[in-house]
T-cell receptor, first 113, second 115 residues
């Protein structure tokens, strides 16, 4: 595709529910990142996928967060038993290689009531 | 450990004034350096990047940045700021030690522009 896409663009859920966020990276990009951005804050690294290597999960804030990536394509970020502090914009970015320029998606705005 | 610092959390400048945003990094390899901008309600956009060669790089929107290895810095500059430059600016660093190395972002600097 022309760019990184994310779905849904907005998600409102109730506390305790599970949510799944999707990211479609640019074709051919081997690296994929997930970030969280709370209102007025910077980028909080969550997880990094690079090719077929084991993902770098060092940024996941708790075991309620998990992510998967199918080969070098779609990735899903799952948040189980959502809490109000999970409310944020979740950004996905892809790059040709891990150390290269990142192309960001528009984000998914998650609101937990 | 690798790290990126942006010492200024928030900067306010007058329209037409010059701008310099600071970025310092700690990285155990020759770095790849990036500046991104996030305008209010907008996505992140690459302003410029440095991989090698000339240490002064030009970017979009009239921005430039200079890589100074001796100071481990990659400061962003603009000679005359426009009101539309009000945004959040992020410095980022990567390195090609292995194909697995990832890019690290700094905490960001928020820029306000006074008319």
């Amino acid at each position: 595709g022309a760019g990184v896409s994310q779905s849904p663009s907005n998600k409102v859920t109730e506390k305790g529910k599970d949510v799944e966020l999707r990211c479609d990276p640019i074709s051919g990009h081997t690296a994929l990142y997930w970030y969280r951005q709370r209102l007025g804050q910077g980028l909080e690294f969550l997880i990094y996928f690079q090719g077929n290597s084991a993902p770098d999960k060092s940024g996941l804030p708790s075991d309620r967060f998990s992510a998967e990536r199918t080969g070098e394509s779609v990735s899903t970020l799952t948040i189980q038993r959502t809490q109000q502090e999970d409310s944020a914009v979740y950004l996905c970015a892809s790059s040709r290689r891990g150390y290269d320029e990142q192309f960001f998606g528009p984000g998914t705005r998650l609101t937990v009531l | 450990a690798q790290s990126v610092t942006q010492p200024d959390i928030h900067i306010t400048v007058s329209e037409g004034a010059s701008l310099e945003l600071r970025c310092n990094y700690s990285y155990g390899a020759t770095p790849y350096l990036f500046w991104y901008v996030q305008s209010p309600g907008q996505g992140l956009q690459l302003l410029l990047k440095y991989f090698s060669g000339d240490t002064l790089v030009q970017g979009i929107k009239g921005f430039e940045a200079e890589f100074k290895r001796s100071q481990s810095s990659f400061n962003l500059r603009k000679p005359s700021v426009h009101w539309s430059d009000a945004a959040e600016y992020f410095c980022a660093v990567g390195a090609m030690r292995t194909s697995y190395d990832k890019v690290i972002f700094g905490p960001g600097t928020s820029l306000s522009v006074i008319p």
